[in-house]
């Protein structure tokens, strides 16, 4: 009974610490793209999307590095050290590709911007 508590409380633990909300967006994002007419506009979205990535990208890399604890202490984590391990390796995947996604954005609005100069 314990192990099934044990296990219901990291997995809630994790969902709600993978979930948490990132940095709320400095801007009002659908309004931003609707009303980006000038090269700056596109300029601004491609910031925001460059600033998006690197965030998924540290977000990457902190599980990175809980990966790696969870695998040179598995013996501490016991039957769940390989539920652990493959929830990080989940969450990297993913936010990798956010980040990869973030970047090609931004990219495309610095090519808008060119295009508007």
Same mark, same amino acid.
């Given at each position: 009974?314990?192990?099934?508590?044990?296990?219901?409380?990291?997995?809630?633990?994790?969902?709600?610490?993978?979930?948490?909300?990132?940095?709320?967006?400095?801007?009002?994002?659908?309004?931003?793209?609707?009303?980006?007419?000038?090269?700056?506009?596109? /300029?601004?979205?491609?910031?925001?999307?460059? @600033?998006? !990535?690197?965030?998924? %990208?540290?977000? +990457?890399? $902190?599980?990175?590095?809980?990966?790696?604890?969870?695998?040179?202490?598995?013996?501490?984590?016991?039957?769940?050290?390989?539920?652990?391990?493959?929830?990080?390796?989940?969450l990297i995947r993913l936010? /990798?590709?956010?980040?990869?996604?973030?970047? @090609?954005? !931004?990219?495309?609005? %610095?090519?808008? +911007?060119? $295009?508007?100069?």
């Amino acid at each position: 009974m314990k192990t099934i508590t044990l296990i219901a409380t990291l997995s809630i633990f994790f969902l709600l610490t993978s979930c948490a909300q990132m940095n709320s967006h400095p801007m009002d994002m659908t309004q931003a793209i609707q009303s980006a007419k000038k090269s700056s506009d596109h /300029e601004a979205l491609a910031n925001h999307y460059d @600033a998006v !990535a690197d965030e998924m %990208r540290s977000k +990457a890399q $902190e599980h990175q590095n809980k990966l790696e604890s969870y695998r040179k202490n598995t013996y501490r984590y016991g039957k769940q050290a390989q539920m652990l391990q493959d929830h990080c390796r989940n969450l990297i995947r993913l936010y /990798e590709q956010a980040g990869d996604e973030n970047k @090609a954005i !931004a990219e495309t609005h %610095r090519k808008m +911007a060119e $295009e508007l100069k």
